[in-house]
């Protein structure tokens, strides 16, 4: 009894239990349309009284036949394998290879296993496939037949819905029994698909019929209930406009167009809009319409009254761009190609923008006179080392801090005669120039050029005469060299301020940077930060792993990392700034120096660098650039009939060269070295010029054309050195530029060969002809001039016009052989090769000295 009042008051765990039961249907249509229904059984649910038992459902009856999808079987667990017993006696080695192959038995069998059951699961969506297919064809049959019945007995059914109001209270009368509630919540009612028709498509016909119809007052169909025929159901939402095609928004527009001139009558007449039309040098018909915003057959339908017969894909030229514009009531705003370039010389900032910026100083001078240890005792660095053979090649840009804590930016030029175009670069951007002359030295011949190039960039000059610690030091005498270029120095009543310096002992180091100022002060350098950079290259390379990279000079502005600008013909984009001590920097300012990453290619040292607005920009003036470059490279010189033959007629031997460098200066320094080595007789002719290690391109131009490959601090890449090896291309490696030209200079001498120089040594007269032996023939000569000897070279001619020449090969004098014979005596020759010699002919005999040609 206990036992039965426990049972009865345990209470089964709560939970939620799906209430409905949902299915979709997917129905398949002749037009290719498909359409799904969705089908909900809802469960009535049944509230006892707690710890009553539920009475015993009867048993259900038998269910319409529906055909109902199998219920898919579950896939057989497959049964573990028993393990092998291991055999007595096994050893770890056959106990390993016994347990291999068993995984490996095991893994065939559960792929085998795997692959039934894929192809068991596969034969079960077939049928289920079939079986789908079967019940929506018997869905659409029941559809057709059940809107036939409609269509054949509509009576019946009104008069069904007539009566169905008045028997529904009696049916609701009727009292449910228990077991017909509970048999109603334990088997749920069968499934059915719910038909929908299919739509016919409106004739025109049946569309104005239906106008008309809609006139009259449409009978309202009793038997249908329409209450819930303007609801929205997730159904209808879904699957409403399956298949149908959206409406266009051009269509809209059009409609609303059309509706809005319906209401409001008749539209108005456009008011023209008058546009700025921009018209460059040549423009097509089309492009021209489109910028008027006008149509193409209107300007054609111009153009041919005014007697052009055009297209619209036709180019015109700006005159009749201009009369079409102003034909059609619109302003021209005329442009040319150059407008698309940046002029920034009448680009100037108002003074009150100005702010003091940091002097560029620019150290000019004779090699190897201690312009460069000058700067590293002003830096505290050490430059020197690292340059080969002891001589600056590359143009320097750094910045220091005074004890003043001013700073004040420094260019180190080369002083080679090579590098001419750096020297004039630097004292063009510069602000300041300190022309070092080494005390023990004088002036020499790039010293000279140094001051020239200063007086022309028209920038003051400090003299710093250095190597005062050694004792051959005499800075009178180079105070008094002065004089004769016009360079007038302070201690001698002059202008120029000059300070002795010793790089190596410090001293004099404070007073030249005092000099700096002074001459700064003077100047009042100022410049605007705020607003977009500017600045000039002062050397580019090609670096292997960072790409191009320009050494800059900011003029103007601030230059910030993200900025798009152009610089001569490349374009790009400021991924990084870099100073002179490698540190990355996020904006640089008036007079630094730094290294700039993120360009399209290597540019030219000396361009100039303008940030612009965007990419775009960037990219149109950098084509445009290009263009004209590449226009004036291909451009031809002006020639005449005398310039022609002579070209034609020229022996002149080419010496063909690839040259490859580090940085862009060095190209041009090499290049104009190498065209200084061409005379009359060879001329170098520079093959490529590029910056950059040397690649396979190069390796196979310098192939095509049995040309050097000139490498100046650079390597080729590994598939370089293959081609070189393959194509047994020559390579010549140098690091400076003297050791490069006097290189140079030899192979081209090499390749003229050595100098003949003749010498006349006599000549002849022609007296009589002899035959010699059966072919050869003898000349009877009477010396003239000089002497006749065996052996020589001579040169037949007549009436001063050479007929052959030819070498003695045999000289006899009374039947005797002799070696020579003097002025006034007769002797007879055999010559070489010829026979064409008559009585009167000149003989002229002459000698050849070889001598080392020079350039």
Do not use: W
């Not at 490279?633 to 005398?642: E, G, K, Q, V, W």
């Not at 001619?797 to 000289?811: E, F, P």
């Amino acid at each position: 009894m206990s036992d039965d009042n426990d049972n009865q008051r345990i209470r089964k765990p709560l939970g939620l239990k799906r209430s409905v039961d949902a299915g979709e249907v997917k129905q398949t249509f002749s037009h290719g349309r498909t359409n799904k229904v969705v089908v909900e059984v809802k469960r009535r649910r049944v509230l006892g009284k707690p710890g009553s038992e539920a009475a015993a459902p009867p048993p259900p009856p038998a269910p319409e036949p529906v055909v109902a999808a199998p219920a898919p079987t579950p896939a057989p667990t497959p049964a573990p394998r028993p393990t092998r017993p291991a055999p007595a006696g096994e050893t770890p080695q056959e106990r390993v290879k016994r347990l291999q192959l068993e995984a490996e038995e095991e893994r065939l069998r559960m792929g085998e296993e795997a692959r039934k059951r894929e192809d068991e699961e596969r034969q079960r969506a077939e049928e289920e496939e079939r079986r789908r297919a079967e019940e929506n064809r018997r869905a659409e049959e029941e559809a057709e037949r059940q809107r036939t019945e409609v269509a054949s007995t509509p009576d019946v059914a009104a008069s069904e819905a007539a009566h169905a109001p008045a028997e529904a209270p009696v049916a609701a009368e009727e009292p449910a029994t228990e077991a017909t509630a509970a048999k109603a919540e334990a088997v749920p009612a069968a499934r059915r698909f719910t038909p929908v028709e299919r739509p016919e498509p409106k004739r025109p016909a049946e569309v104005k019929g239906k106008k008309k119809e809609d006139k009259r007052a449409a009978p309202i169909d009793e038997g249908k209930d329409n209450r819930r025929s303007g609801k929205l159901t997730v159904t209808r939402a879904l699957n409403e406009d399956e298949g149908r095609r959206a409406r266009s928004l051009a269509a809209l527009k059009r409609a609303r167009e059309k509706e809005r001139r319906g209401q409001g009558g008749p539209s108005k007449p456009r008011e023209k809009q008058v546009r700025d039309v921009v018209v460059p040098e040549a423009i097509t018909v089309s492009e021209l319409a489109n910028r008027m915003a006008e149509k193409g057959a209107d300007l054609v339908k111009a153009l041919f009254n005014m007697g052009m017969m055009v297209t619209v894909n036709q180019t015109i030229d700006q005159d009749t761009a201009e009369l079409l514009v102003e034909e059609f009531g619109h302003n021209i705003q005329r442009v040319s190609a150059s407008d698309v370039d940046i002029d920034s010389s009448e680009d100037t900032d108002p003074e009150e923008t100005l702010v003091p910026r940091p002097p560029v100083v620019t150290i000019m001078g004779h090699v190897d006179h201690g312009k460069t240890s000058l700067l590293d005792a002003l830096r505290g660095t050490d430059v020197v080392k690292g340059e080969a053979g002891g001589i600056t090649q590359h143009i320097g840009a750094y910045q220091i801090t005074t004890k003043d804590k001013k700073k004040i930016t420094f260019l180190d030029t080369p002083g080679h005669a090579a590098f001419t175009e750096m020297r004039m670069r630097g004292a063009n951007v510069t602000d300041i120039v300190i022309l070092v002359v080494a005390g023990d030295d004088g002036l020499m011949p790039q010293t000279i050029e140094a001051i020239n190039h200063t007086k022309a960039a028209g920038v003051p000059m400090i003299v710093a005469i250095t190597k005062s610690d050694k004792p051959e030091f005499n800075p009178q005498k180079i105070r008094e060299r002065l004089l004769e270029h016009e360079i007038v120095v302070e201690a001698m009543s002059g202008d120029v301020q000059d300070v002795e310096v010793s790089a190596k002992t410090g001293a004099g180091l404070d007073q030249l940077i005092e000099a700096i100022g002074l001459q700064a002060e003077l100047l009042e350098l100022k410049a605007r930060p705020d607003r977009d950079a500017e600045a000039t290259v002062i050397e580019a390379q090609l670096d292997k792993g960072r790409g191009p990279v320009a050494t800059v000079l900011v003029t103007r502005g601030t230059l910030k990392r993200g900025d798009t600008f152009v610089v001569g013909t490349q374009s790009g984009k400021v991924r990084a700034i870099v100073d002179d001590k490698g540190n990355q920097l996020k904006e640089a300012g008036p007079s630094m120096p730094v290294e700039v990453l993120g360009l399209g290619g290597v540019p030219s040292a000396g361009d100039n660098l303008t940030v612009v607005e965007n990419e775009q920009r960037a990219r149109e003036v950098a084509k445009y650039r290009q263009e004209m470059a590449t226009e004036k490279r291909t451009a031809l010189a002006p020639t005449n009939f005398d310039t022609m033959f002579n070209t034609l007629s020229s022996n002149v031997i080419e010496f063909p060269v690839v040259v490859k460098a580090d940085v862009q200066g060095s190209v041009e320094a090499i290049v104009n070295a190498l065209h200084n080595l061409s005379n009359d007789d060879i001329k170098v002719r520079v093959l490529n010029g590029g910056v950059g290690a040397i690649t396979e391109s190069d390796v196979m131009l310098a192939g095509g054309s049995k040309a050097p490959i000139i490498g100046f601090n650079v390597r080729p890449n590994a598939k370089a050195r293959e081609l070189l090896k393959r194509d047994n291309v020559r390579m010549m490696y140098y690091d400076v530029i003297y050791h490069l030209t006097d290189a140079i200079a030899k192979e081209m001498i090499g390749e003229l060969g050595p100098e003949r120089i003749e010498h006349v040594v006599g000549r002849a007269l022609v007296k009589e002809v002899f035959k010699s032996g059966k072919r050869d023939k003898a000349a009877g000569l009477l010396v003239e001039e000089g002497v006749i000897r065996k052996g020589l070279f001579a040169r037949l001619t007549r009436a001063d016009v050479i007929v052959s020449a030819t070498k003695i090969a045999s000289l006899r004098r009374f039947k005797d052989d002799v070696d020579e014979v003097r002025t006034g005596l007769e002797c007879g020759v055999v010559l070489e090769d010829t026979n064409d010699i008559k009585p009167g002919d000149q003989l002229e005999v002459f000698s050849v000295e070889e001598r080392e040609r020079t350039l």
